[in-house]
C-alpha cells in the first residue's frame, strides 16, 4: 500500500511522464462548449478515454447527449467499444452523461509497467474520438 503522498507523487509522475512521452495539443476542453469536454481517466484500477457532458444546465446536457446518440452508428463503426453512459456517477457522487472508452487491460496507476500500456491506448484512441468530433462537430453543436 501506498502512503496518500506516495500515491500523489505517483499520479503526478504518470501524468508528467505522459505528457512529456507524447507531447500534443489535445483537443480536451476547447470544444467551444459549455459543459463538454474530453478527458483522460487513470486511477488505480481503470483508465479510459471519456467525453463528459457537465453543463449547469441539465436541458442542455441532455439535448448534446442526444445529438450524440444520434451519431451513435457512425461513432460505434469507428470505436466500437465505445459507452454511452446517460446517468454515469462520478468519485463525488454527481451524476453525468458520459460517453467513454475503458481501457480493457489490466490498469493501475500505483503500477509503472502498467503505464505504457495505458499511454499507448491514449495516444491510440484520443485522435480517433477527437476526429470524430471534429467531423460531426456542427450537428453536435446544433442545439
Known amino acids: 500500500m501506498f502512503s496518500k503522498e506516495e500515491a500523489t507523487l505517483l499520479r503526478k509522475e504518470f501524468w508528467i511522464s505522459f505528457g512529456k ?7 480536451l476542453y476547447n470544444t467551444e462548449m459549455k459543459g463538454v469536454s474530453f478527458k483522460f481517466v487513470a486511477d488505480r484500477k481503470n483508465a479510459a478515454i471519456c467525453l463528459d457532458l457537465e453543463n449547469p444546465d441539465e436541458l442542455v446536457n441532455l439535448l448534446y447527449y442526444d445529438q450524440l446518440l444520434s451519431l451513435k452508428v457512425l461513432i460505434t463503426s469507428e470505436i466500437p467499444e465505445i459507452i454511452f453512459n446517460d446517468a454515469y456517477e462520478l468519485d463525488n457522487g454527481k451524476i453525468i452523461h458520459r460517453i467513454y472508452v475503458p481501457f480493457e487491460k489490466k490498469f493501475s496507476i500505483h503500477n509503472k509497467n502498467t503505464w505504457g500500456a495505458c499511454f499507448q491506448f491514449f495516444l491510440e484512441t ?5 476526429n470524430f468530433f471534429y467531423e460531426y462537430e456542427d450537428i453536435i453543436k446544433k442545439i
Do not use: N, V
Not at 21 to 27: A, V
Not at 126 to 130: H, I, N, Q
Open 126 to 130: 484520443m485522435p480517433k474520438f477527437e
Open 21 to 27: 512521452s507524447f507531447p500534443r495539443k489535445w483537443l
